[in-house]
């Protein structure tokens, strides 16, 4: 495993933003699917909701082993505490980041529905089935909802840092040099 850096490399910053910038529009687009009425706009909404949700797993499987090679140390002067409870935030997040998808894709399927990405059907997990539909429904929404718990927190975390600490956590991630 490499060394701990300062500051986290070009590929982990990358997809950190560009997962961000998709869990946030899918949220959104996830909530405002809640309101749509059955209808073509609806169904052209909820295939882009899959695709793009498959993108963020693919973005994950990618994330996790980048993440995992380019270890960033703590910044000094953190309490031990605070840097155990930012890692469980972040391991949970990591964790909604797989359920999400995931659940996603089995709530479809077992509904009937198939889930492509951008017209290329991914492979069928699990056939017809209410139970599972039912399940994987209510994991879908409790996860939607602890993610953006968890996604309030680590921005309240992260911006609590930047302003009030003045230290480099925010600047860690930041794209600029």
């Known amino acids: ?15 950190h933003w560009g997962s961000a910038l998709l869990i946030f529009a899918l949220l959104t687009i996830g909530i405002l699917l809640e309101e749509l009425p059955r209808g073509p706009e609806k169904l052209q909404l909820v295939g882009l909701h899959k695709s793009f ?8 499987i990618i994330r ?9 140390a703590p910044l000094a002067g953190i309490p031990r505490a605070d840097v155990i409870k930012a890692k469980a935030v972040q391991g949970l997040l990591y ?6 998808p995931v659940s996603g894709i089995l709530m479809s399927q077992s509904a009937g529905y198939p889930v492509a990405l ?8 699990i056939g017809k089935s209410h139970d599972m539909h039912e399940f994987s429904e209510g994991v879908h929404g409790l996860t939607a909802w602890a993610l953006l718990i968890l996604l309030v927190a680590h921005i309240g975390a992260a911006l609590y840092h930047h302003i009030k600490l ?12």
Request: net charge positive; charged share 15%.
């Open 53 to 60: 949700g498959v993108v963020v797993l693919i973005l994950l």
């Open 95 to 100: 964790l909604c980041m797989l359920l999400m």
């Open 118 to 125: 951008f017209g290329l059907e991914l492979p069928t997990l």
């Open 1 to 15: 495993m490499a060394q701990p850096s300062a500051h986290f490399n070009l590929p982990t910053k990358l997809l």
């Open 64 to 72: 996790i082993p980048v993440r995992l090679n380019n270890p960033v």
């Open 166 to 177: 003045k230290d480099d956590t925010l600047k860690r991630m930041s794209l600029k040099k």
